[in-house]
Every structure is written in C-alpha cells, then in structure tokens.
C-alpha cells in the first residue's frame, strides 16, 4: 500500500465506515419493515408466501457477501466495491419507489438489492477490520459501536418509513404511500454517498491492494456483467419457492464444504482459530433463526395482536404503526452498545474479559428469556390483544441477546481467521447468516394464520405457542454453548500461543507517520 500523505486516526478512518454503513442500513431497513406486511397487504400473498419470499431473499441478500468479498479483496479494491454495492442498492429503492402492482418488478428489486448488498456488506466490515489491523485489544468494542451503526440508521427509517406511508397514502392514495415510503430508502443512501465522497480521503489508507492500482475496465465489466445475472437468477429464484428451498440448503452444503477443506488445508498454526470460527458460525446460524422472527412472526403479531397505544399509569402517551415496533430491536442496541463496551473496557482493563464463546452463551439466555416474556404477555392479554410494553421488554433481551451473538459475529472472524482469508471468510460468515434467515422464516409460518381467521383471541394462542417453542429451543442453545466452552477455550489458548510465536502483525499505517 502506498503511504498517505498526513497522518490519519484509526477514529477517523472508522467514522467514515461507520456513517456509510449508518445511511446504507437506513435504505435497507426502511425496506425491511415494510416489506412482509407490502406483500400481504398490497400483493395479497398469503402469509406463508410472504414470509417464505422474504426469507429467500434475506438468504441471497446474506449468501451474496462470500463472492463480494472476494471481487473486493482481489478484482476491484475493497473501498471502490463498497462505494458501487452502495450504488447498486440505491437503484433498488429506486425500483420500489415505482407505483406498480406487478409482482415481477419486486422481483427484480429485491434481486438488485441482493446484488448490491453483496457488493457493500463484506467490504465495509472488512475496512474496519483493516482500521484495526494490529490492535486486538480494540477489535470487539470497534465492531460493536460498528453495530450500533446499522442500529442507528434502521431506528430512524424503521419509524419513519410506515408513517411515511401512511400519511402520504392517506392524502395521495395507498399505492403513494406504499412507493414513496420505499423511495425513502433511496434518498437516505443518496445522502450516505454524498457523505462518504466528502471524507472519503480518511480511508486512502486502508483497503486490498487493488484499491492503489487503477480501475481495470475489462474486470469492472465482467463483474458488473455477472452481478446483471444474479438479479435474473434472484430474481427466477424468488418466484419459485420450491427452487428458493433447493438453493439456500445446497449453499449450506457448499459453505460447509468449504469450512473442511479450508482447516483440512490450513496451516497447522491457523487450524485451531478456524475451529474455533466455525463452531461460533454454527451457534450464530442458530441465533438467525430467532432473529428472522422480527420480520416475520413477531411483525404480523403486532399487525393482529398487539394494543397499539402506550400508556403509563393510565395516562396514554402515544400510539405506534405496527410496522414500528420493528425499531425496539435497533433502539434497545443503540441503548445498550455503549454500555457494553464500557463493560468490555473495563473487564478487559482488569484481565477478565470473558471469551467470545462465553458471550454467546449469554447471548442464548437473553434470547430465551425475551421470547418467553412474549409468552407469558399472553396472559395478561385483553381481548387478544397484548400491551405494547410487554414488546419493549421482549425486544429489549431478544436485543441484548443479537449483541453478544450477531455484534461479535464480524469480531470473532477478525479475531480467528488468518488475514489473508478475511475478506473470504467474511463473506462466508454471511452465507450462514443468510442460511438461517431462510430457515427463520421456515420456523415463522409455523404461526401460519387460517385464511379468514380474524379474532385475535385464537391468533394470539397460535403466535404464543411459537413463540414458547422458541424460547424452549433457546435454553437448548444455551446448554449446548455451555457445553463447548471448554473445547472453544483449548481453541482459543492455541490459536493465541501461536499467535504470539508468529511474527507481530504491522501497526496500522497511519500509526507508522509522525503525528502532529
């Protein structure tokens, strides 16, 4: 890499990731929170189809990132491939801001959004990994003010986006507020790209060596051409959910297939951290199922069975959009991400720091306690309908469960896979998110509502009933990530010795200039 001219912070670097990262998770969580209750309200699939649609497509979204990665850190440049995913996904809001009720056209918008998220997400985690390169000790708390990132951004869009559509398709019309909702998540990563191109000089630093060569038109070409076919592909697949179901279990052969031949082939000096790695991929797949929950299941709860006005000791506040009680998962993270890096700072400042494996375990209790809070609402339900509360509170364990699983996702794969793997491995991590999406919304439909099944009374017993089950299969998780602690921890003394007796990686280059 060739030297910059002045001398950047690693702080400075990281926020120019960061609010890119922010506006990208504003478009595409402004789209999520709409999307299942857009194709059963607007489309008129049935909830099952919905849900399964969604799923798909929340699996190719995740599968994408392995091949992005790759275009990133060896075809293009890791910076320019995140700058183009972040185009790419604009043009599919674009797609869904256009009033249509053909169901092709979202077809082929969720295939572009497939495309360029495979583009961006990768590569994004993968500059920060790169800020951080040399400096262990920041790893886990930079990725988890990196999470509060994508909290940030979908906390605004996931409250603004339904009643965007609600209040322009009160005036304008329905078909108005459906498209100009998502045309919101256009405008916001139009306004992340004219940010990023203003502190853009901040990362000149930082990327795979492809960045610091020029644009390789032959090679911009061929990716742009092959990306042109996996939104058809996408698109194909979409349509058919015997095809999405076929296609999302042999990705997770091959992933798996891959994780083998990869410690098979290792190092003997890396084999450890890639056991470790995939172990923790595995748990991680597991907590995916629950979280596809929020799209899905939990989503089409609060459309039937959830009072929607808040009160307190009587005194009514205000009331939500359905849709918006998809926020409380990203509120309660920006809440609680800064408190837990303090806890990481400190327990880390006092040598007791508890392990990656340790903090998924109780990740797994969180998760289990906020499903069967929903559970135990139930009973105090009125006319089947649940407080709003009893959501808050859920939410806010099912979040703080995401933050230490999902949040250290992206640090364990810097903690334990060879750099010259990372932006591979990177992308692999999301093939197995995206495998468990699927299978979350699998899970979902076993809330499946009878068509023309309206008293919530008899909704609420078929949504309390998953949701029990998925707080029994939590305590399950959480035995099981109990029971390999002492196998990840052998793991993860090996992987450290080893890393010790290899040479010290390079500081991170804007700490090799003198500082003014």
Same mark, same amino acid.
């Given at each position: #890499?060739?030297?910059?001219?002045?001398?950047?912070?690693?702080?400075?670097?990281?926020?120019?990731?960061?609010?890119?990262? #922010?506006?990208?998770?504003?478009?595409?969580?402004?789209?999520?929170?709409?999307?299942?209750?857009?194709?059963?309200?607007?489309?008129?699939?049935?909830?099952?189809?919905?849900?399964?649609?969604?799923?798909?497509?929340?699996?190719?979204?995740?599968?994408?990132?392995?091949?992005?990665?790759?275009?990133?850190?060896?075809?293009?440049?890791?910076?320019?491939? +995140?700058?183009?995913?972040?185009?790419?996904?604009?043009?599919?809001?674009?797609?869904?801001?256009?009033?249509?009720?053909?169901?092709?056209?979202?077809?082929?918008?969720?295939?572009?959004?497939?495309?360029?998220?495979?583009?961006?997400?990768?590569?994004?985690?993968? *500059?920060?990994?790169?800020?951080?390169?040399?400096?262990?000790?920041?790893?886990?708390?930079?990725?988890?003010?990196?999470?509060?990132?994508?909290?940030?951004?979908?906390?605004?869009?996931?409250?603004?986006?339904?009643?965007?559509?609600?209040?322009?398709?009160?005036?304008?019309?329905?078909?108005?507020?459906?498209?100009?909702?998502?045309?919101?998540?256009?405008?916001? *990563?139009?306004?992340?790209?004219?940010?990023?191109?203003?502190?853009?000089?901040?990362?000149?630093?930082?990327?795979?060596?492809? @960045?610091?060569?020029?644009?390789?038109?032959?090679?911009?070409?061929?990716?742009?051409?092959?990306?042109?076919?996996?939104?058809?592909?996408?698109?194909?697949?979409?349509?058919?959910?015997?095809?999405?179901?076929?296609?999302?279990?042999?990705?997770?052969?091959?992933?798996?297939?891959?994780?083998?031949?990869?410690?098979?082939?290792?190092?003997?000096?890396?084999?450890?951290?890639?056991?470790?790695?995939?172990?923790?991929?595995?748990?991680?797949?597991?907590?995916?199922?629950?979280?596809?929950?929020?799209?899905?299941?939990?989503?089409?709860?609060?459309?039937?069975?959830? @009072?929607?006005?808040?009160?307190?000791?009587?005194?009514?506040?205000?009331?939500?959009?359905?849709?918006?009680?998809?926020?409380?998962?990203?509120?309660?993270?920006?809440?609680?991400?800064?408190?837990?890096?303090?806890?990481?700072?400190?327990? &880390?400042?006092?040598?007791?720091?508890?392990?990656?494996?340790?903090?998924?375990?109780?990740?797994?209790?969180?998760?289990?306690? &906020?499903?069967?809070?929903?559970?135990? &609402?139930?009973?105090?339900?009125?006319?089947?309908?649940?407080?709003?509360?009893? $959501?808050?509170?859920?939410?806010?364990?099912?979040?703080?469960?995401?933050?230490?699983?999902?949040?250290?996702?992206?640090? +364990?794969?810097?903690?334990?896979?060879?750099?010259? #793997?990372?932006?591979? +491995? $990177?992308?692999?991590?999301?093939?197995?998110? &995206?495998?468990?999406?699927?299978?979350?919304?699998?899970?979902?439909?076993?809330?499946?509502?009878?068509?023309?099944?309206?008293?919530?009374?008899?909704?609420?017993?078929?949504?309390?009933?998953?949701?029990?089950?998925?707080?029994?299969?939590?305590?399950?998780?959480?035995?099981?990530?109990?029971?390999?602690?002492?196998?990840?921890?052998?793991?993860?003394?090996?992987?450290?010795?080893?890393?010790?007796?290899?040479?010290?990686?390079?500081?991170?280059?804007?700490?090799?200039?003198?500082?003014?």
């Amino acid at each position: #890499m060739a030297p910059s001219t002045s001398p950047v912070s690693q702080t400075r670097a990281f926020s120019t990731v960061f609010l890119i990262e #922010m506006w990208e998770r504003f478009g595409f969580y402004g789209m999520q929170v709409l999307m299942v209750t857009y194709m059963v309200k607007k489309l008129g699939f049935v909830d099952v189809k919905a849900n399964l649609v969604w799923g798909a497509a929340a699996a190719l979204i995740y599968v994408t990132p392995a091949i992005g990665g790759w275009v990133g850190d060896k075809l293009l440049g890791t910076r320019r491939v +995140m700058r183009m995913g972040a185009l790419i996904l604009m043009l599919g809001y674009v797609l869904l801001w256009i009033p249509s009720d053909n169901a092709t056209l979202l077809y082929v918008a969720l295939g572009v959004i497939v495309v360029g998220n495979g583009f961006f997400k990768p590569n994004a985690g993968n *500059l920060v990994r790169k800020i951080y390169e040399g400096d262990e000790s920041k790893i886990d708390s930079a990725f988890t003010i990196y999470y509060m990132a994508v909290n940030i951004g979908s906390t605004v869009s996931m409250l603004l986006t339904p009643w965007i559509r609600d209040y322009v398709g009160a005036r304008y019309g329905e078909d108005w507020g459906w498209h100009t909702a998502f045309g919101a998540c256009a405008v916001g *990563l139009l306004l992340g790209l004219g940010n990023y191109a203003l502190m853009s000089h901040t990362l000149k630093h930082v990327g795979s060596p492809a @960045d610091d060569k020029p644009v390789d038109l032959r090679r911009l070409a061929l990716v742009l051409l092959a990306g042109a076919a996996m939104v058809l592909v996408s698109a194909l697949i979409l349509q058919s959910l015997i095809v999405a179901r076929i296609c999302v279990y042999a990705a997770g052969v091959v992933i798996l297939g891959i994780f083998v031949h990869l410690i098979r082939s290792s190092h003997p000096d890396e084999r450890a951290g890639l056991i470790a790695a995939l172990v923790l991929t595995i748990q991680t797949i597991f907590f995916f199922i629950f979280y596809q929950q929020m799209s899905t299941s939990l989503n089409l709860f609060a459309q039937r069975n959830v @009072d929607l006005d808040f009160s307190l000791f009587g005194v009514h506040l205000f009331r939500w959009i359905p849709e918006q009680f998809q926020s409380l998962n990203a509120i309660w993270i920006v809440i609680l991400s800064p408190i837990l890096v303090m806890i990481y700072n400190a327990l &880390g400042r006092r040598g007791r720091d508890l392990s990656v494996a340790a903090k998924f375990a109780w990740g797994f209790v969180a998760v289990a306690a &906020g499903f069967f809070i929903y559970g135990l &609402g139930a009973r105090g339900a009125v006319d089947g309908k649940v407080s709003s509360w009893i $959501m808050v509170w859920g939410y806010g364990l099912y979040s703080l469960g995401e933050l230490l699983v999902s949040g250290l996702g992206l640090a +364990m794969i810097a903690r334990y896979v060879p750099a010259r #793997m990372g932006g591979f +491995m $990177m992308g692999a991590y999301y093939v197995a998110v &995206g495998i468990s999406q699927y299978l979350g919304s699998v899970v979902a439909n076993i809330a499946h509502i009878p068509a023309g099944l309206t008293d919530p009374v008899q909704s609420l017993a078929i949504y309390t009933s998953l949701f029990n089950k998925l707080g029994f299969v939590g305590l399950l998780c959480t035995i099981i990530a109990i029971a390999v602690l002492p196998l990840m921890k052998r793991l993860s003394n090996r992987h450290a010795e080893h890393a010790a007796a290899a040479d010290p990686l390079p500081p991170v280059r804007s700490e090799e200039l003198p500082q003014s």
